[in-house]
């Protein structure tokens, strides 16, 4: 599986982007997908994950209200949408991929991850 993420930019606090993430070279319609960051000095930390049907998913509390992750699975693509953003939430966003129907919290669950987008919120 290769994963293709795009969708960031530089954007004020208070800001949205809608980041995508595209799956190719296999169908990741019965995996669990998930969104990464890691933002400079810092350990990559889990933002959000999302069940293969869609039916469940889990936030980290810093984010929780304000992104939305979502999934397309005709287009192979699972989304990310953030809001109300702030200069804290600054980072490379990653999308992943489990080889696992089922949620997963730990960057070490997943199988394929993208290259990354970058997200700048300025104050």
């Known amino acids: 599986v290769q994963l293709q993420a795009s969708g960031g930019g530089l954007v004020q606090a208070g800001g949205s982007l809608r980041l995508s993430c595209l799956a190719s070279?296999?169908?990741?319609?019965?995996?669990?997908m998930g969104w990464f960051r890691q933002a400079p000095g810092k350990e990559r930390e889990f933002v959000t994950t999302i069940n293969w049907s869609g039916s469940s998913t889990k936030y980290a509390d810093s984010v929780k209200g304000r992104f939305t992750i979502s999934g397309d699975n005709a287009k192979n693509t699972v989304y990310l949408q953030t809001n109300s953003l702030k200069p804290e939430d600054t980072a490379v966003y990653y999308c992943?991929?489990?080889?696992?129907?089922?949620?997963?919290?730990?960057?070490?669950?997943?199988?394929?991850w993208g290259q990354g987008t970058q997200v700048t919120v300025s104050s």
């Open positions: 992943a991929a489990r080889s696992s129907p089922f949620m997963g919290l730990e960057s070490d669950e997943y199988a394929y």
């Open positions: 070279g296999r169908t990741v319609i019965n995996d669990a």
